[in-house]
């Protein structure tokens, strides 16, 4: 039983194209998160949503745009993929702010 | 100055070893304490998490808080070689609809067979 899952798990892409990241959780949490894993192990938060309402937004580039079409899904949509937007990408969901679960990652490298 | 620094490490133990890992942070309104483990390629996995200054115990894990001096520990006693990943800590406080995690950048600890 998957808690939290991701699609794709590796993304390899150009510069300039548009790609998404899905993701889902079947804890039943009410907030769902995206953060964002540099090539240094640096974990740094994106988005957050509670019950599909944004509540974080932490001066991402508008090429970001996260959607999330029930409280069990939260996807990322990217724009115009620049070479700094290669990193790994982890949704995370959690119960309340303190404990929060994460996904296995998307590894998005642009070429 | 970032809001939590941790030692990137690596940190390489022998088999049995007592690890220790530590994070110092600034911000003075964190109000919970955890410790992430991540092995290599995978999503970071939740080991422990405390509120208040003092002890919480495990297994063969300890997280220790030390709120007065802005410093958090997490122990691994009789060290395994499945204990080699990269170690985060992260924290935050209750804000209202804005709670967030601040990470650190994470310890990687190799521990040799």
């Known amino acids: 039983d998957t808690a939290v899952s991701q699609t794709p798990k590796y993304l390899v892409t150009q510069m300039g194209n548009d790609k998404s990241i899905k993701c889902e959780q079947n804890?039943?949490?009410?907030?769902m998160y995206w953060y964002k894993q540099d090539s240094k192990k640096f974990l740094k938060i994106m988005f957050s949503?509670?019950?599909?309402?944004?509540?974080i937004n932490e001066t991402v580039p508008n090429r970001f745009s996260p959607k999330s079409p029930d409280k069990a899904h939260l996807n990322l949509h990217i724009n115009s993929l620049e070479l700094g937007d290669s990193a790994v990408y982890f949704c995370a969901s959690s119960p309340r702010a303190d404990t929060q679960y994460f996904g296995p990652g998307t590894r998005l490298t642009v070429l | 100055q970032k809001e939590v620094e941790q030692d990137p490490g690596p940190l390489s133990v022998p088999e049995g070893a007592i690890v220790s890992l530590n994070c110092t942070y600034s911000n003075s309104a964190f109000q919970y304490f955890m410790w992430y483990r991540q092995y290599s390629r995978k999503g970071p996995e939740l080991l422990m998490y405390t509120y208040s200054s003092g002890n919480k115990e495990d297994g063969r894990f300890t997280a220790q808080v030390d709120k007065s001096s802005k410093y958090i520990s997490l122990f691994i006693r009789d060290s395994q070689p499945s204990d080699s990943a990269t170690y985060l800590c992260?924290?935050?406080?209750?804000?209202?609809?804005?709670?967030?995690?601040?990470f650190g950048t994470g310890t990687l600890l190799a521990v040799q067979p």
């Open positions: 949503y509670n019950n599909k309402e944004l509540i």
């Open positions: 804890l039943g949490h009410d907030t």
């Open positions: 992260a924290m935050g406080n209750y804000g209202g609809a804005t709670n967030k995690l601040i």
